[in-house]
């Protein structure tokens, strides 16, 4: 079974400038989230999806930030304009669904951000 | 205070050695879990578990819901066990995960 794919896996940019990333989840996980995890910090939750409806989206800043996920099925996350604090690591994670007990997340690699 | 506080914050040891990781909590959850995160950021999951012990291989997790407490343990460790190790909670009636800011764990040869 295919895992969590992320891409790309690194990228560097200039602040001001916009960047996306693209994940696409397990087959049949219904469930895909967005974290970001900056250095020496465990990952934070950005924005969560059932299917492509947003269930919990209270912790994205959604004055530059913002994400997507049309189809229900794979996703993008842009940020626009990057600021210097945005420098992280973005893990995207899927679930088969929500609200079950003991649901597992799955995370893909990650994309390693820096901005200059 | 942090919901989730894992100790140590890092930690070096002997290859062969026996190591213990702690993670502590102090919110509702109905699951715990263990991540294993390398260099380049992906994160595998090692456990989920709610009540009891999990072992699988030289890893093994157990949690005291009475006590909100776990531990992961690695027994004959090795340096490709070197990696950061994270707990995160399972809120109880969310799917929201609260993290730990991890363990950083270097085994030498």
């Known amino acids: 079974e295919a895992g969590v794919a992320q891409s790309p896996r690194y990228k560097i940019i200039e602040k001001r400038q916009s960047v996306a990333f693209w994940c696409n989840p397990i087959s049949g996980h219904a469930t895909l989230y967005w974290y970001q995890q900056i250095l020496g910090q465990g990952p934070k939750l950005l924005i969560q999806?059932?299917?492509?409806?947003?269930?919990?989206d209270s912790q994205l800043p959604k004055d530059r930030f913002s994400a997507e996920r049309l189809k229900g099925v794979d996703s993008t996350l842009k940020i626009q304009p990057a600021k210097l604090e945005d420098s992280a690591v973005y893990l995207c994670?899927?679930?088969?669904?929500?609200?079950?007990?003991?649901?597992?997340?799955?995370f893909g690699p990650g994309t390693r951000l820096t901005v200059l | 205070k942090n919901e989730v506080e894992q100790s140590p914050q890092n930690l070096t040891a002997q290859e062969g050695e026996f190591i213990t990781i702690n993670c502590s909590y102090s919110v509702g959850i109905s699951a715990l879990h263990w991540l294993q995160q390398h260099p380049g950021g992906g994160i595998v999951s090692l456990f989920m578990?709610?009540?009891g012990k999990k072992k699988h291989g030289r890893l093994i997790a157990t949690i005291n819901i009475q006590e909100k407490h776990s531990s992961l343990h690695i027994t004959a460790s090795h340096p490709r066990d070197s990696a950061v190790y994270i707990c995160a909670v399972k809120l109880s009636n969310t799917d929201k995960l609260i993290f730990g800011t991890g363990t950083r764990l270097q085994v030498f040869p």
């Open positions: 999806f059932q299917n492509n409806g947003v269930v919990d």
């Open positions: 994670a899927s679930s088969f669904t929500f609200g079950r007990l003991l649901n597992e997340q799955f």
């Open positions: 578990l709610s009540s």
